[in-house]
Nanobody, 116 residues
Framework: QVQLVESGGGLVQPGGSLRLSCAASESIFTIYRMGWYRQAPEKERELVAEISSGGTSKYADSMKGRFTISRDNAKNTVFLQMNSLKPEDTAVYYC??????????WGQGTQVTVSS
């Protein structure tokens, strides 16, 4: 099964930017969709953005215009560029990958904290 390793989280001030990375242990050509969910304390996990193997992307309404998901097939990596961050974006961000045979695999999560 594919293994996912996230990086890029941290502490940022409101209005700042962060770029999250999710590196897959095998070619992402074997993965038909990758994306990010997030979970804030005492809240349900929610979809942030996803991207298909063909490059089609989808965003949650509250992230549109601020977040951009992209993929680098050569590096087997998916990125989440987050701009104009708000305190309510504070959460643990989880990367996931969907494969036809093995289903959904999750990364370990990376903490994003937006605070002054």
């Amino acid at each position: 099964q594919v293994q996912l390793v996230e990086s890029g989280g941290g502490l940022v001030q409101p209005g700042g930017s962060l770029r999250l990375s999710c590196a897959a242990s095998e070619s992402i050509f074997t993965i038909y969709r990758m994306g990010w969910y997030r979970q804030a304390p005492e809240k349900e996990r929610e979809l942030v953005a996803e991207i298909s193997s063909g490059g089609t992307s989808k965003y949650a309404d509250s992230m549109k215009g601020r977040f951009t998901i992209s993929r680098d097939n050569a590096k087997n990596t998916v990125f989440l560029q987050m701009n104009s961050l708000k305190p309510e974006d504070t959460a643990v961000y989880y990367c996931y990958a969907d494969q036809v045979v093995t289903g959904r695999k999750w990364g370990q999560g990376t903490q994003v904290t937006v605070s002054s």
